[in-house]
């Protein structure tokens, strides 16, 4: 059987290269200890009415077990309440992503406390801004987001049409071509995951 393994999820300390959608209201302690207990990266999502004390509950059982857990925010909840940037970081993550923004002030903060930092993006442009930003990790987001971004961010302005997944990727390797990058969704339109080999899709 084929190892399901990447450099990058090795270097995660993952047995499988895998991180569940941090989507507030949905992805809290309990998905995340699961998620990591199987061998990938639990994502505790903190969403628009996120709150510091919220993600000091959720991300309690995690860190209770020992188990290694990442922290997803939105821009604009972070925005409003700036105090859950730090919050994040004093959970001592392994990952903390903040999306739908451009404000990239939060990225030097997670670096300079030894967590790597994610975004998701879906063009050239976006990608490029993140990996100047020193963003290490990039989402490559697809269609199904869309309506998120239509609804609360800015970025709304710049989406023309529907995003199909595997343009965003093909835009994101543009700029990483050895990554690591990651898929918001899926991996469909006729080729599996596996067809498009782990390694490819998750560096």
Do not use: C, Y
């Not at 710049?158 to 899926?186: C, F, W, Y």
């Amino acid at each position: 059987m084929t190892e399901l393994s990447t450099p990058w999820s090795k270097s995660m300390g993952l047995r499988v290269p895998l991180l569940n959608a941090p989507m507030g209201g949905v992805a809290g302690g309990a998905l995340a200890a699961a998620v990591s207990a199987a061998g990938g990266l639990g994502m505790i999502g903190v969403g628009s009415a996120g709150t510091v004390a919220l993600r000091k509950r959720e991300a309690e059982l995690p860190r209770k077990t020992g188990l290694r857990f990442g922290i997803g925010l939105l821009d604009w909840a972070v925005a409003r309440e700036p105090g859950l940037i730090d919050a994040a970081l004093r959970a001592s993550p392994a990952l903390v992503s903040v999306s739908f923004g451009d404000d990239w002030s939060w990225a030097q903060r997670a670096r300079d406390e030894g967590t790597v930092t994610a975004t998701q993006v879906f063009d050239v442009a976006g990608a490029r801004r993140a990996e100047a930003a020193g963003v290490k990790v990039l989402v490559a987001r697809g269609q199904r987001a869309e309506g998120t971004v239509r609804r609360r961010s800015a970025l709304s302005q710049t989406l023309a049409g529907p995003v199909r997944i595997h343009d965003a990727l093909n835009s994101v390797k543009q700029v990483m071509p050895r990554g690591p990058v990651a898929s918001q969704e899926t991996i469909k339109q006729g080729e599996s995951f596996a067809d498009r080999k782990v390694d490819e899709e998750l560096r």
